[in-house]
């Protein structure tokens, strides 16, 4: 039987008031399943990869049939851990981006932010397991879950080998107890095979320096050359480096393409533009599950960059945190798209 990659982080609902306010008034509030790492895990068993998933929710009816939704779309959820009293939610207006300042977070106390080191028996948990993804959202929680998560990627790195992905996603308004990302995610990317951000968030959260002639020129891929090789040699066991680059354009519009460097060579992706898109959300963490499944399954590197960059780019256009585009529909779109 194939290894699972295992995701692990806080299952969230996003709230989606309209800007207007009219949900006040109208008693319609729309919600979607969320969180960057649930994200990640239902797009790779929608594509086939061997999906589990770790969390902690209280048990409850609703809890429970979030766990059965996540089981419908062919993710293990039998290591979910109940316990505690609290799901997270965040509210976020339609159409904006998580970095918008109209993001409001509901966490604090939740079940997921209650874990504690020494609470989970992490090598039951990394049974069958091959692969584990986390993301920075997790560490940006509290100090107790840093630690945390310290001690889950020693426990998959030392004892169990496992090969290990993050996102560096940046989310200013939970870093809040009192110390800076780079005080705490060297120590966690260290562990890492697979490092996925941007040039912001490596400045942010590892040190790497952005260098401000390349960025004001719009000379965006030297720059992620630069910065993927200062990753690997501030961070040895780091094998992937991947930036994405999304930038609006006019009202509404988007530019988007990436960039995986790897065996000391940069590939870049197709670059996709559009003037109008529907849903920011998950978009990031669809590509992360492109570059997951692609590595996982042995594909070469420019196909598995393609694929996850067409991936993340369609996930725009869907109207919920995780993305639902069968893996043949993203390689029809790819063979259909004019370059």
């Not at 797009?43 to 086939?48: Q, R, Y």
């Not at 090789?229 to 066991?237: A, L, Y």
């Not at 003037?275 to 920011?280: A, N, P």
């Amino acid at each position: 039987m194939s290894k699972k990659v295992l995701s692990f982080g806080e299952l969230l609902l996003r709230i989606c008031p309209d800007a207007e306010g009219g949900w006040v008034k109208e008693n319609v509030l729309p919600f979607y399943v969320g969180g960057a790492e649930a994200n990640v895990a239902t797009a790779l068993a929608l594509w086939g990869v061997p999906s589990a998933y770790f969390t902690a929710l209280p048990d409850n009816l609703l809890c429970r049939q979030l766990a059965s939704y996540l089981e419908e779309k062919g993710v293990d959820t039998s290591r979910i851990l109940y316990q505690g009293d609290r799901l997270g939610l965040y509210f976020l207006p339609k159409g904006k981006d998580l970095k918008n300042a109209s993001v409001i977070y509901d966490r604090a106390h939740s079940s997921f932010a209650a874990l504690r080191p020494g609470a989970v028996d992490w090598d039951a948990v990394l049974e069958d397991v091959g692969w584990l993804h986390f993301s920075a959202i997790s560490p940006a929680l509290s100090a107790e879950l840093a630690a945390v998560c310290k001690e889950l990627l020693e426990a998959a790195s030392a004892r169990k080998g496992l090969t290990i992905s993050v996102d560096l996603n940046y989310r200013s308004k939970l870093w809040q107890y009192g110390v800076s990302p780079v005080e705490v995610m060297p120590g966690l990317v260290e562990h890492c095979d697979l490092v996925m951000g941007n040039l912001w968030a490596a400045e942010k959260m590892l040190g790497i320096p952005v260098d401000e002639e390349l960025v004001g020129a719009g000379d965006y891929l030297p720059h992620a050359l630069m910065s993927s090789q200062r990753i690997m040699e501030q961070f040895p066991r780091v094998k992937y480096v991947a930036n994405t680059f999304r930038f609006d354009k006019g009202a509404g519009g988007i530019q988007y393409y990436t960039a995986l460097y790897t065996g000391g060579k940069l590939y870049n992706s197709v670059e996709y533009v559009s003037e109008k898109i529907l849903d920011k959300v998950g978009s990031g963490d669809c590509y992360m599950a492109g570059l997951i499944r692609g590595l996982y399954t042995g594909e070469p590197v420019q196909d598995t960059l393609e694929f996850a960059t067409a991936a993340a780019y369609q996930k725009l256009y869907i109207p919920s945190d995780a993305t639902d585009m069968l893996a043949g529909d993203v390689k029809k779109f790819m063979s259909a798209y004019e370059r």
